[in-house]
């Protein structure tokens, strides 16, 4: 179960490990989506206006940044409980008083508004690379599936919760006990992981004291094309996920169902992707899954392309939905390759050069995607997104046969799990 478990350390069962890590992905997921879909539609239902609401955004810019600071999460270690633990709890607490403070400022200026968002979102990423460090150490590779799937589902339900259930608590109960209910949410998210601290302790203890150096992956030719091929998954599917919302509007489909579409069906089709990649990864390998996963995302395009051509909501809608679950799959395959690429002496630092490129490159090629979107029809859109979906898959699953250590011990994953 552990990936570096000391002699003579008692082993922590499984369910313990997943369900401290899963909590706090849950609670990440909650402040990710409050800060993203939540603050919007909250601020201006308040008579904010789109100038001042597009501040808000920034509050995300952590979160694709923290790569930044992941040495430090990687050579200091905190006074109190152990290395990867006491990073966790330190943020967390940041992102409570934060809370705690908003709830309490409802009327407050705005510009202080934003400095409590700010801290508690550079607070929550710095847990997300603890937490992220933390799942690479304490699963084996075998389990390294079912760690990803796990945040998948967790961010999920966490989105739900913080873009959905929250923003309607506060229509009817107000800001102050919303707030302090999200508070209190991330409270309770912290207490399973303390069952792991003398776990994290001594793996912690196996790595070596030399600092992490933030470009030291990088220097890495291997690294490098890892980096690479995530990021040209990534600036292929996320425009393709991201921008079907609009299409949406452009095909007649009512703003209430689509609303209802993005805070339900699409966290659910991301909650069947992450109950179905695991299984898939353990039996066709990353390879065998992601393929998989791509022919479910080509068959979405197509719905996609019927709706606009022919004007039909149905199939645009089902292609939206099938797109979401689709790129949530490729994701778990993703990630699960990035914890097993990341493990070793900084796995802090090195998860997050992988996955914030990744991230990174998915904006960039969302913003790109957008632009292009507006000078031609969703037909060709569609059509040369299918074929890139394509490209990228091919360059994949090429890029996976290059030997290295399988995430299983099923033969059948010798070609996939690189």
């Known amino acids: 179960m552990i990936a570096a478990h000391p002699a003579g350390t008692p082993a922590v069962p499984p369910w313990r490990v997943f369900l401290g890590i899963g909590a706090l992905y849950l609670g990440f997921g909650v402040i990710v989506a409050l800060l993203q879909g939540g603050l919007p539609p909250i601020l201006r239902a308040r008579g904010l206006s789109m100038d001042q609401i597009t501040w808000t955004f920034a509050l995300y810019l952590p979160l694709g940044l923290s790569f930044a600071w992941a040495p430090l999460v990687d050579r200091l270690r905190l006074p109190f409980l152990s290395p990867r633990i006491g990073w966790i709890v330190a943020a967390q607490a940041v992102v409570v008083a934060a809370l705690v403070a908003v709830a309490l400022l409802e009327h407050a200026a705005l510009p202080l508004l934003f400095a409590l968002g700010l801290a508690a979102g550079l607070a929550v990423a710095t847990m997300d690379l603890a937490l992220d ?87 890495q030719a291997r690294m490098r094309r890892r980096l690479c091929l995530l990021a040209a998954v990534a600036g292929v599917i996320f425009p393709l996920s991201a921008l079907n919302r609009v299409m ?49 995302g080509m068959a979405s395009l197509g719905l996609l392309w019927w709706g606009a051509r022919a004007g039909a909501p149905g199939p645009a809608i089902a292609g939206a939905i099938g797109m979401a679950t689709a790129v949530g799959g490729l994701m778990v395959v993703c990630a699960a390759l990035m914890l097993v690429w990341s493990a070793g002496t900084q796995a802090a630092t090195s998860y997050a050069v992988l996955f914030c490129g990744t991230r990174l490159a998915g904006i960039v090629a969302t913003v790109a995607a957008g632009k292009l979107a507006a000078q031609i029809d969703w037909q060709t859109f569609y059509a040369a997104g299918a074929a890139a979906l394509a490209a990228a898959t091919l360059l994949f699953l090429a890029g996976l046969r290059t030997p290295a250590p399988s995430l299983s011990h099923n033969p059948r994953n010798a070609h996939g799990n690189t």
Do not use: C
């Open 133 to 219: 460090a933390l799942a690479v150490e304490m699963t084996g590779e075998h389990l390294k599936p079912l760690a990803a799937s796990l945040k998948l589902a967790a961010l999920a339900l966490g989105s739900m919760l913080g873009g959905g259930v929250f923003v309607g608590l506060l229509a009817r109960i107000g800001w102050a006990p919303t707030f302090a209910l999200v508070a209190a949410l991330m409270v309770a998210a912290l207490v399973p992981v303390f069952g792991l601290v003398r776990a994290d302790h001594a793996v912690g203890l196996q790595r070596t004291a030399a600092g992490p150096r933030l470009y030291e992956a990088l220097g």
């Open 248 to 296: 949406l509007v452009d095909v007649g489909v009512p703003l209430e169902r689509i609303a209802w579409l993005v805070g339900t069906a699409q966290p659910l089709g991301m909650l069947a992707a992450s109950a179905a990649a695991g299984p898939l990864i353990r039996r066709l390998g990353n390879g065998g899954a992601f393929a998989a996963f791509a022919a479910l």
